[in-house]
């Protein structure tokens, strides 16, 4: 199956404003249409970087007044939810490989340290490895109400255990604290994930943000807030919490004008011709399928 995806974000700054973006696919993600990277309206010089965890950077500059940053591809699918694996064990933390270490430790939204006492009485008794972190999953989109009103970007993981509501990141940030807490390297991610296999949800499309665990010798993706396997996701980012990964920064104050994104399945029997035309940016190049 293929997927179209992209965004059309506008920021208004009040005079020149560096801009980091974190809005593009992960290297390996590899569309077979358009490239996936981030462009400008006005057209302005942008950079491509690759940050500490592997993720994709833009950077660029505004001139002031209003750009528009766009982006519009398409990826080819296996088709398959996300992976089940029952049966994946908890590896002890003396046998952990060294680059998963740093996702057992506290970070910026992540006070694992402040909520240990809490995971290991709420999981404890929960066998160790999937059932646990499926148990940490359960848990998390059980308690905690979803709506976009109860979103602000100082939310922490403690803060949602305390207050009991919060968007998708913030379902991800307490479940990533339990997991830490229980000693399973737990990281960030967030993409695309269009309403594909499921019913279309009315609401605008955002971006999305879900959680691995790392558990077997690989990393495993959950997610929080639907608690069910989902087709489709496109990785844009990786980190230890959202503050490696914040979409836009600048370091001007600014204003969001506009807000679009789109992640859709691509009806059968479309040529890449006619998707190619339909693109909102110009096609760098079209890689074999």
């Not at 709506?147 to 949602?160: C, E, I, M, N």
């Amino acid at each position: 199956m293929f997927i179209r995806a992209g965004f059309e974000i506008t920021l208004r700054c009040d005079g020149p404003t560096p801009v980091l973006c974190a809005l593009s696919p992960r290297p390996e993600v590899k569309p077979i249409l358009g490239d996936g990277g981030v462009r400008t309206n006005p057209r302005l010089p942008v950079q491509t970087y690759i940050d500490t965890f592997g993720n994709r950077m833009t950077r660029l500059t505004s001139p002031g007044g209003l750009v528009t940053l766009t982006s519009d591809f398409v990826v080819e699918d296996s088709g398959d939810t996300d992976a089940i694996h029952d049966w994946a064990e908890q590896i002890p933390v003396d046998h952990l490989p060294a680059e998963t270490l740093r996702y057992l430790a506290p970070s910026r939204f992540v006070e694992s340290d402040q909520l240990s006492n809490d995971a290991w009485r709420l999981f404890g008794n929960v066998p160790a490895g999937w059932s646990r972190a499926q148990a940490v999953c359960d848990f998390v989109h059980g308690q905690i109400e979803f709506g976009y009103h109860h979103a602000r970007p100082t939310k922490s993981a403690l803060d949602v255990y305390r207050e009991r509501r919060g968007v998708c990141r913030d379902f991800a940030h307490l479940a990533i604290a339990f997991c830490r807490a229980l000693n399973m390297p737990a990281r960030y991610g967030s993409g695309f994930l269009g309403d594909i296999g499921v019913p279309r949800n009315p609401e605008p499309m955002d971006f999305c943000a879900w959680f691995e665990v790392f558990l077997g010798g690989r990393w495993y993706t959950f997610d929080a807030r639907y608690n069910v396997p989902r087709i489709g996701r496109i990785l844009m980012v990786r980190g230890l919490d959202a503050a490696d990964v914040s979409m836009v920064t600048t370091f001007v104050p600014h204003v969001m004008e506009k807000f679009e994104v789109w992640c859709d399945e691509v009806p059968a029997g479309r040529s890449i011709d006619e998707l190619s035309a339909e693109l909102r940016v110009p096609v760098v190049g079209i890689a074999a399928a």
